[in-house]
């Protein structure tokens, strides 16, 4: 299997050009998004071409139940030397630390495979799913970031977490990544 990091609960496979009819099925879906994400509207034709110039150090992944069905997406994006990570989760998957998991797991790949001190990620303010999957991933709250992102007709704050090398100090999940 090309690109799975294998997890407990849920595994992450790296996003190919034939998942993007679904995952531009949910990303026009307003609750895949939820409330605190800006509203999108995209085209297969427009994701088709955001998928063939991603930077190469950009990479999305689906997250996998074990069962190979799809319930989420997450990445891990170059910003300066460090990197930035998002995700999201279908509605019906949620609360049952799927994401949570998974943000172990790309944690673990990034400090595992890339000369990097930080990860960070930014989530709204009121998002408290958010923040509570980056604190139980270890993420340390860093302080607001003024009128950061345009959600649904407004410029909103945003609050910025990180996960420093000597935090992470080991991997969580992923103790097996040479032989995976
Ligand atoms: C944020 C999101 C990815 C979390 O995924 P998930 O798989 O449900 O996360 P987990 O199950 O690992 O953990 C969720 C935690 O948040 C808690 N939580 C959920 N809703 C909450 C709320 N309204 N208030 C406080 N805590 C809440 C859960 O109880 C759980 O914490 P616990 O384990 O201590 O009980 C998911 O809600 C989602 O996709 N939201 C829409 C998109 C989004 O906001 N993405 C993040 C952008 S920064």
Known sequence: MIGLLKGKSVNLRVLEKEDLPPVTEWAN????????????QVSLQEA?????N?????????????DGSKIGQIF???????????????PDERNRGYCTE???IIVDYLFLSKNIVRIQAE??????????VLEKAGF????LIRRSIFIKGKWEDGVQYSI???EWKEPKILTKIASQ
């Open 102 to 104: 998974a943000v172990k």
């Open 140 to 143: 340390k709250r860093e302080g």
């Open 76 to 90: 891990h994006s170059p910003r300066g030397p460090h990197f930035v990570i998002g995700y999201k989760l279908l």
């Open 123 to 132: 989530t709204n303010p009121r998002n408290r799913a958010s923040q509570r």
């Open 54 to 66: 991603l930077r190469p150090d950009e990479k999305w992944f689906i997250i996998e139940r074990k």
């Open 164 to 166: 420093l090398r000597e």
């Open 29 to 40: 879906n307003p609750e895949f998004s939820g409330e605190y994400e800006p509203l999108e």
């Open 48 to 52: 088709e071409k955001w998928y063939c």
